[in-house]
C-alpha cells in the first residue's frame, strides 16, 4: 500500500527519532570534552557532505539563514553534551524532552500563528511524564540546567529551518546547516573552552577509537537523521516533530541502562512517566493526522 505524503513524512519522522536515541549514547563513548566533540561531529559530517554533494548552489540570503540555524544546532550539541558529562547520559535526554514545551511558546510568534492552549497542554503532559521519570536529584542540577538550555536551543533551531528550509532540497539545506554548524564552533569553542574548562585546545586530533566513533555519529545520527527530519518538516508542523522527538529520551534511557549501567529501580513512577510521554506524543500523531493542512 502507497503511503500518503503525511504517512511518508510520519515514516521518516520516527526513523529519524529512532536514530536520535543513539546520538547520547555515542557521546558518552567518546571521551573529548562535550565542545571538542561537537566540533569534530560538525567537521566530519560537513566533510561527508561535501564530498557526496559539493556545495550547492541556492541564493546567497537563504544559505546565510541556513547557516545561522546550523549555529545554534552546533550550539545545541555543546550543551546537550555538556549535560551528559555534567551528570549522565539519562539526564541528558531526559531534559531534550522539553523540546516540545519549549516549541509550542515559540512557534506561534516566529510563524504569527494563533497560539494552540493545546499543544502547551501536550507539551505539559510531557514534562509531568518527565518529573515521574527523574527527580530533580541535586547532584544532578548543573546538567538539568544545561541540558534545559540545550532544549531551548534546540526548538529554536528546528523552527528557524522550518521557516527557511522550504523549497530547498533536504539535503541541500543540510549542507548548509553543518557549514555554518561549523563556522560558529569554530570561532566560539576556543572561547567556551578558556572560560569553563581546563582543556587546553581545540585543535586536538582524537584517538583511533574516538574518531570511530565520531564518524558513526556523523554519518547516522546526524546526515541520516537530520536529512529524514527536514524532509519530515516540509509537511509536518515544528511543533509535532518535536513533540514526537520526546520518544528519543525513552529509546535512550533504555539503552543506557544496558550499555552503561545507568539503571535506576524501575518502579511505578518510571512507568507512569513514560506512559505520559508516549501519550502526549500519539494525542499530537492524531491530532496532525487528522488535519487537512500539517
Known sequence: MMLSEKGKAFLQLHISVLLAGFTGLFGRLVSLDAAQLSWWRMLLTTLILVVFIGFPRIPLKRAFQLAACGGLLGIHWVLFYASIQYANVSIGVVCY???GFFTAIVEPLVFHKKFSPRELVYSLITVAGLLCIFSLDSRYRLGIAIGSMAAFTA?????????????????????????????????????????????????????????MWIFGLSLFCTVALYLLQIAALKTLPAFTVELSYNLEPIYTICMAFVFFGEGRELNFSFYLGIGLVVLSVLLQTRRAMKRKEA
Open 97 to 99: 524532552a522539553l523540546v
Open 155 to 211: 526548538a529554536v533551531a528546528a523552527i528557524f529551518l522550518k521557516k527557511y528550509s522550504q523549497e530547498v532540497r533536504s539535503r541541500d539545506a543540510l549542507a548548509y546547516q553543518m557549514m555554518g554548524g561549523f563556522a560558529v564552533l569554530t570561532l566560539l569553542v576556543p572561547l567556551y573552552l578558556a572560560a569553563f574548562t581546563d582543556v587546553p585546545t581545540l585543535f586536538v586530533l582524537p584517538q583511533t577509537v574516538d574518531l
